[in-house]
């Protein structure tokens, strides 16, 4: 697979996880859901970095899908934090996948990427009060 | 054609000592008369493996599981929040060692780990922690492409130490 390739599917993981963020949202405490918005804005700032760089090298951007299938309801707080935790390792692993495959500004880019999933999955599984909140290897499938 | 392959196959996998790349160079320019005249058992012996650059990483990460260990010994209490951090540095010096092979100076891994006097807050492990997610970060950048993925994962669990222990 080409570093472009890696990078698109990248952006596809980075989409996908705006929209979760969307819906986990609404199901967050005021304490919480500023931590989500945060990881919002963060998840739409990689995936715009990653946008302008599939088109220096000029390769297609995969756009956002309108909808995505989640894998359980999120009924509440404890579903929403989950399905937040569930992202974050989603992309780490995306992210981590990629790291191989690309060099210079590239590998900074996924490495970065990497790191902040793999924060922002524990701090979520603290909240979601998972013991331990660490994983040896972040992104390890 | 198949000789600059093997060499650079070479490259990626080993970083080739510079006698290795003369000796393909030799080979492919005089053919293999030449190539078996210097190839003797003498230039054999002397054909040492050039120190893996991962050595470094891995004595910096010895330290930093010494300093967790140091950490439960001396508060007892904070075990069961330091023990799977102490866990995963212990599983990356492994998968390190299993990374560098027979490359892995372990002479020095016998030095000793920090003195007494060494701080061992969570302030100041997790200031440890920062700093060795740093080191793992620009470790990952520097890597060939087959480490890249290894120190990525270290760089991002160190990252990940900090949040937890704040």
Known sequence: ?141 | MVLTMAVRIGEERRRPSRRTVLRAALGSAAGAVSLAACDGPRSEAQQLPAPDPLNPFYHDTAALLGRYDAAIATQPALAERLGPIRDAHRTHLEALAREIGPGLDTAAATSPGPGPGEPSSLAALSAAEQAASAAAREACLRAPSYRAALLGSIAAARASHVAALS
């Open chain 1, 1 to 141: 697979m080409t570093a472009a390739e890696r990078l698109a599917d990248a952006l596809r993981a980075e989409h996908a996880a705006i929209y979760a963020y969307g819906v986990l949202g609404a199901r967050l405490d005021g304490q919480t859901v500023s931590a989500a918005q945060t990881a919002e804005a963060a998840h739409r700032a990689r995936r715009d970095a990653v946008m302008v760089r599939l088109a220096a090298l000029r390769a297609p951007a995969p756009p956002a899908e309108p909808a995505y299938a989640l894998p359980a309801p999120v009924p509440d707080q404890a579903a929403a934090l989950r399905l937040m935790v569930g992202v974050e390792e989603r992309c780490a692993g995306i992210w981590r996948q990629a790291l191989p495959e690309v060099t210079g500004d590239d590998r900074q880019l996924a490495v970065d990427a990497l790191i902040d999933c793999a924060v922002r999955a524990t701090k979520a599984r603290t909240v979601a009060g998972v013991r331990p909140p660490t994983v040896p290897f972040p992104g390890r499938q």
